[in-house]
């Protein structure tokens, strides 16, 4: 299914290419065996320990419960102090964090979109999408989107928790839902939507050393968003945002 304004949810841009600039550090690859390794029972007590902010989906109907919204949830104003969604009325949707348990250690699943889309092509992201009326609930979206996408059969993500609720500019509130899945695993991408399916090591997610902030003019406005580049990626904005919650739910 498309996922129309999800996207990296700093802004509309198609690409950040420029990323890094000579003036703006490297990340330090070859330090990662300094991050303390987290196993998956850590994941699960450390989810279970912490009550993530903005419990269900947004709704709000007018610019004083937007507002509210924002200062109990992550999101693109967390850079950009006065930032308000393009609409008071949040949209509701939901991502996967998959968490894949190999024995080597723990890394995050994420897509690239396919560079057809008219919405945030080419952008990395994780499977997800909006909430649909026959979801239940935030995992059920989750979920399905993530089987719709990837081909992931649900049975297979064993659910472990969820990060706070992330809003976007482009108004969206995104309910992060966190997942172990032990590999080996089966895909089976939507080639029209995605391009590929990467992982990245949890212990480089872990690193703040590659968690930047950059920031760029979009439709005239300067706008900070957190960007982690991994082996000539660019992670960035909403998606960035959560990886940089995740970090901090799991190292504190």
Known sequence: MARPGLGSGAAECSSISAIPA??????????????????PDQVIARLAERDPGRRGFGGATDAAEAAALRQATRGDHDLNPGMTPASPALRPA?????????????SVLLTQRTSHLTAHAGQISFPGGRMEEEDPDAVATALRETEEEVGLPRDRVRVV????TYVTGTGFEITPI????????????????VAEAFEVPLDYV??????????????SRSRTFYVLPYQGRNIWGATAG???????VLTG
């Open 206 to 219: 872990l690193d703040r050393r590659n968690h930047r902030q950059v920031t760029r003019e979009f439709d």
């Open 178 to 193: 966190v997942g172990l899945v032990r590999a080996p695993y089966p895909l089976a991408i939507d080639s029209f939507e």
């Open 22 to 39: 000579a003036n703006e550090r490297k990340p330090l690859h070859h330090q990662r065996e300094r991050v303390p390794e987290v196993t």
């Open 94 to 106: 939901a991502v996967l964090v998959p968490l894949i348990d190999r024995d080597e250690g723990l």
């Open 161 to 164: 928790g969820r990060l706070d």
């Open 242 to 248: 959560m990886l940089v919650n995740l970090a901090e």
